[in-house]
């Protein structure tokens, strides 16, 4: 039975080139959310999102970060231009109910370096 | 603003020896606290949860203590072991927001053979 999976593990980009990190969460979860760690820092939340829908965003930045978690396939945090201070470990975690912390499983994470 | 509190202390410990890592958290609407163990480039860990209507919950080897009082978590790891060196962190969750999670920036803790 596998976790949450995130591809890829470690992703290096050029400034002002586009980022995309994918999760797939665990099977039979249908809620994912997005969080990032900056270095010796906690986790912030980014982003809730159900199949086909964003329910909650208020973490992400208005420019530039976007994400999705189409009917078929991964959830992806996709971010444009990327600057140094994007610089960071992302990670992934699902849930099977609607909404509830308790049930949070963490991927390993993408930790994205821009160069 | 508000937030769980740590600034990412170290803690070093002898193998064997009891370690407690401690928490404060600012918002007494808080009504679920979850600690999580993550070790060099892994993923969070679940390692033991508490709700506010309890101050003590026990778990292999692990136990956290919850004083509303003055919004303090702790979590106290019996005979602690190499392999339970690890940044800790607690984090909260608010009623308003089932889902989402406030961390602290974490604690390290180093086992000492």
């Known amino acids: 039975n596998a976790g949450v999976m995130q591809n890829p593990r470690h992703l290096v980009r050029r400034r002002g080139q586009e980022a995309r990190l994918r999760c797939s969460p665990m099977k039979g979860h249908s809620h994912v959310y997005w969080y990032r760690q900056l270095p010796e820092e906690g986790l912030k939340f980014m982003v809730y999102?159900?199949?086909?829908?964003?329910?909650?965003e208020s973490g992400m930045p208005k420019e530039r970060f976007s994400a999705e978690f189409p009917k078929e396939g991964p959830s992806i945090l996709r971010i444009q231009q990327v600057v140094r201070g994007d610089s960071a470990a992302y990670f992934c975690a699902s849930s099977p109910d609607v909404g509830q912390a308790y049930g949070y499983t963490f991927g390993s994470g993408t930790r994205l370096t821009v160069v | 603003g508000e937030s769980v509190g740590l600034h990412l202390p170290t803690l070093s410990v002898q193998e064997g020896d009891n370690s407690i890592i401690n928490c404060a958290y600012s918002n007494s609407a808080s009504d679920y606290f979850i600690w999580y163990k993550q070790e060099s480039g892994k993923g969070p860990q679940f390692i033991i949860d508490i709700r506010s209507n309890m101050d003590k919950r026990q778990g292999q080897r692990v136990t956290v203590l919850l004083n509303k009082t003055v919004k303090h978590l702790s979590l106290q790891i019996a005979a602690t072991q190499p392999g339970d060196s690890a940044v800790y962190f607690c984090?909260?969750?608010?009623?308003?927001?089932?889902?989402?999670?406030?961390f602290g920036s974490g604690t390290r803790l180093l086992v000492r053979p």
């Open positions: 984090a909260e969750n608010r009623g308003d927001s089932s889902y989402k999670l406030i």
């Open positions: 999102l159900q199949k086909e829908n964003i329910i909650d």
